[in-house]
């Protein structure tokens, strides 16, 4: 069970296991926000797993600036995996980053330069732009938000939580 943290402002900072969140609260750290409908028991009460809590002191979301690196982790991260070409999902060990833009044409690793791409796709793609190699883009390629960059299990969290989050896509 995970539990998002919000700063004082309402802005996602991480996301941390339950028992961590319980102690950020048992210590008056954080209120709880919203919580799970699971329970823990202790000898004399019944609580249940907080989903949301809110710090009570202000930090800077940093999860903003950290997570949008254009890593290759990222980038995965923000198109699941999914070739963005033939949209094939694909895994860690047979994905491909494309340039769109070649970098033998001066195309750099930026955001909406970069996509997954499935071994074929990039083959076929070469050193050419998707037009000359008859190849379309599933989506223009852009940065991405915090939530694009969440794990796919997490991500399943995001609409319980949304309506806890001021900076939806921030
Ligand atoms: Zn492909």
Redesign the pocket.
Known sequence: MRTLVLNAAYEPIHLVTWEKAMCLVVTAKAEIVAEYDEVVRSVTQIYKLPSVVRLKRFVRSFRRTMNSRCTRRNILLRDRLT?Q??G?RMNHQNVTIDHVKPRCRGGTTVWDNVVA??H??NRRKADMTPDEAGLRLMKIPRRPSWIDLLEESHRELINSWLPFIINKAG
Do not use: N, V
């Open positions: 070739c070409y033939c094939d791409a499935c074929s796709c």
